[in-house]
T-cell receptor, first 108, second 115 residues
Framework: GQNIDQPTEMTATEGAIVQINCTYQ??????LFWYQQHAGEAPTFLSY????GLEEKGRFSSFLSRSKGYSYLLLKELQMKDSASYLC?????????FGQGTELSVKP | DARVTQTPRHKVTEMGQEVTMRCQPI?????VFWYRQTMMQGLELLAY????????DSGMPKDRFSAEMPDATLATLKIQPSEPRDSAVYFC?????????????FGPGTRLTVT
């Protein structure tokens, strides 16, 4: 079966660092994606990992361990506008399987 | 600035009516996806096309839903007859088949309410 787990919600303080974890068990694996979705809007692409290790892109970094079926998204120097849902998705044979998303609230 | 477009953005209809949602993928993208998002189920894949051919529609209730790509610039998702449980946001996404991360670009969605 296909299973992707992420925490339902997280709260963090403006200026801080937050790590959102994702574990997955899927029949196939061709890469892991992170998407950001603000309320009432479409998901937007943040990052992609296909090999083990850390990918850094500005304030956002994403890590993958294929042997552990584990990824995390790291957000640094949090801003209020980072309050959103963060979706972990595994690519399997060309299609994306999404987790339920983690609702992140950034407080002043 | 290339974008996926979807129409209509909002649709309110009565149970039993036919609903047609349209999507224009980004020019040059040869994969198209239809998703449904609800609070309870999250983002679910309904159908997936590659080069206009349907590859996977296992997530779609086939008795009432149908998805087609009459040409490379138009994808449609139809519900007939619609039911209240179909109320959701329907997203279309497109992506390239080659060139790197294969990320999908989402349209703004169609918010469907069936009363």
């Amino acid at each position: 079966g296909q299973n992707i787990d992420q925490p339902t919600e997280m709260t963090a303080t403006e200026g801080a660092i937050v790590q959102i974890n994702c574990t997955y068990q899927t029949s196939g694996f061709n890469g892991l994606f992170w998407y950001q979705q603000h309320a009432g809007e479409a998901p937007t692409f943040l990052s992609y990992n296909v090999l083990d290790g850390l990918e850094e892109k500005g304030r956002f970094s994403s890590f993958l361990s294929r042997s552990k079926g584990y990824s995390y998204l790291l957000l640094k120097e949090l801003q209020m506008k980072d309050s959103a849902s963060y979706l972990c998705a595994v690519r399997d044979l060309g299609k994306l399987i999404f987790g339920q998303g983690t609702e992140l609230s950034v407080k002043p | 600035d290339a974008r996926v477009t979807q129409t209509p953005r909002h649709k309110v209809t009565e149970m039993g009516q036919e609903v047609t949602m349209r999507c224009q993928p980004i020019l040059g993208h040869n994969t198209v996806f239809w998703y449904r998002q609800t609070m309870m189920q999250g983002l679910e894949l309904l159908a997936y096309f590659r080069n206009r051919a349907p590859l996977d529609d296992s997530g779609m209730p086939k008795d009432r839903f149908s998805a087609e790509m009459p040409d490379a610039t138009l994808a449609t998702l139809k519900i007939q007859p619609s039911e209240p449980r179909d109320s959701a946001v329907y997203f279309c996404a497109s992506g390239p088949l080659s060139g790197g991360s294969y990320e999908q670009y989402f349209g703004p969605g169609t918010r469907l309410t069936v009363t």
